[in-house]
Each structure stands twice: as C-alpha cells, then as structure tokens.
C-alpha cells in the first residue's frame, strides 16, 4: 500500500519557525510530484507547495516566500521549511502524491497519511 507519514508539526509563537518531514513509501517516489497540503475544520483541503520530479517547486500565494518545499529522492523523502510562521497557518498539514492535470495539481487517489498539526498562537 501507499503510505504517507507526515511529522514534525507543534505550537509556535508568531514568527516562529518549523520544518514538516514526509517519509513515503509504496510508490517509485522519484518519477511522482509531491505536494503538502493543509486543512482546517469546516474547510477543502488546501494545496500550499509542490515539487515536480525536476525538483521546481510552486507555492500558494498564501505561503509564497514563507515556505520552502524540498525531495530528497534517494530517502523517498519531501519537507516543508515554514518560517515566519502566522495563526492563519494554524492546520493540519498532510503530504501526498499529486498529478498535473489541465494546468493544476490533483492528488493521487492513494490514501492520506494522518497528518501533522501546526498551531500558531501567542
């Protein structure tokens, strides 16, 4: 089965800084995008940053110049530097496989990992 484990969420002040690490496994990592993803309650699930296999990333205009996506493919590995982190940030991120289809990232139809939260509060 395809898996994906998302860690390294926690509580941060404002301004502060964490980085989420994704392990996969299940898949040939090294030919799939991959994005990270948050969600909170009552919301769609929201695409923040991708990474194709050329390793060029795309943020959303939320995060862009917040954020930083990275793979390693030799670890089937993806993270997300997050800095100068805000409230609004505040969610449950998750990782996952996405395809390119008509101009925008879609996920796979794997199953989701359980997540990792992120909360921001003074």
């Known amino acids: 089965q395809v898996r994906f484990v998302e860690s390294g969420g926690g509580l941060v002040q404002p301004g502060g800084s964490l980085r989420l690490s994704c392990t996969t496994s299940?898949?040939?990592?090294?030919?799939?995008?991959m994005g990270w993803y948050r969600q909170t309650p009552g919301k769609q699930r929201e695409l923040v940053a991708a990474i194709g296999s050329s390793r060029i990333p795309t943020y959303s205009n939320s995060v862009k110049g917040r954020f930083t996506i990275s793979r390693d493919n030799g670890k089937n590995m993806v993270f997300l530097q997050m800095n100068n982190l805000q409230p609004e940030d505040t969610a449950v991120y998750y990782c996952h496989a996405v395809q390119a289809e008509r101009g925008q990232y879609r996920p796979t139809s794997d199953g989701w990992g359980q997540g990792t939260q992120v909360t921001v509060s003074s």
């Open positions: 299940g898949l040939i990592f090294s030919i799939f995008s």
